[in-house]
T-cell receptor, first 109, second 115 residues
Framework: SQQGEEDPQALSIQEGENATMNCSYK?????LQWYRQNSGRGLVHLIL?????REKHSGRLRVTLDTSKKSSSLLITASRAADTASYFC?????????FGQGTRLTINP | EAGVAQSPRYKIIEKRQSVAFWCNPI?????LYWYQQILGQGPKLLIQ????????DSQLPKDRFSAERLKGVDSTLKIQPAKLEDSAVYLC?????????????FGPGTRLTVL
């Protein structure tokens, strides 16, 4: 399957803490993307990391990619209540964009 | 810049009825996607258009689902007849180019309930 698998399925932390989500996949990829989905803003693209990149930053987000282990991680630093959402790891292979099942992140005040 | 527009936002129908969803992508975006998202799952790609041609419809249940993108702009997705398992949110997305390394911009979705 080309689908990425996020871990954990659900994560609950206190506001201000860091949140780490992981994604594993089985096939070769062109790139890997992370999306966020919440009820307020719908599904939104966060960051894209190409297969030849190892780490990428965007604001409070840090994404790593280890193609030898076929895994990626998304780190959100200094979490805020607005970060409460589902986060999807999206594998892009030859043509398709395949979403995983997502990690449900809850930030507690 | 206006985002991806979808209508209706909500639809409730009886099984075996027909339903249609409409999507207007971001102006100038060549690629348009329809996804089905069942509660608790990630979105599943149903069909991908490049301008008005179909790039991928391998996961579209063609016995009941159909989609078109006339003139390479707006698109409609139709279900006829609907089944209970079609209850889901139907998301439309668009991207500027072919989508291989391109960001997809999603609409708010249409929540379909089949009774």
């Amino acid at each position: 399957s080309q689908q990425g698998e996020e871990d954990p399925q659900a994560l609950s932390i206190q506001e201000g803490e860091n949140a780490t989500m992981n994604c594993s996949y089985k096939t070769s990829i062109n790139n890997l993307q992370w999306y966020r989905q919440n009820s307020g803003r719908g599904l939104v693209h966060l960051i894209l990391i190409r297969s030849n990149e190892r780490e990428k930053h965007s604001g409070r987000l840090r994404v790593t990619l280890d193609t030898s282990k076929k895994s990626s991680s998304l780190l959100i630093t200094a979490s805020r209540a607005a970060d409460t959402a589902s986060y999807f790891c999206v594998i892009q292979g030859a043509q398709k964009l395949v979403f995983g099942q997502g990690t449900r992140l809850t930030i507690n005040p | 810049e206006a985002g991806v527009a979808q209508s209706p936002r909500y639809k409730i129908i009886e099984k075996r009825q027909s339903v249609a969803f409409w999507c207007n992508p971001i102006s100038g975006h060549a690629t348009l996607y329809w996804y089905q998202q069942i509660l608790g799952q990630g979105p599943k790609l149903l069909i991908q258009f490049q301008n008005n041609g179909v790039v991928d419809d391998s996961q579209l249940p063609k016995d009941r689902f159909s989609a078109e993108r006339l003139k390479g702009v707006d698109s409609t997705l139709k279900i006829q007849p609907a089944k209970l398992e079609d209850s889901a949110v139907y998301l439309c997305a668009s991207s500027l180019l072919s989508g291989r390394t391109d960001t997809q911009y999603f609409g708010p979705g249409t929540r379909l309930t089949v009774l």
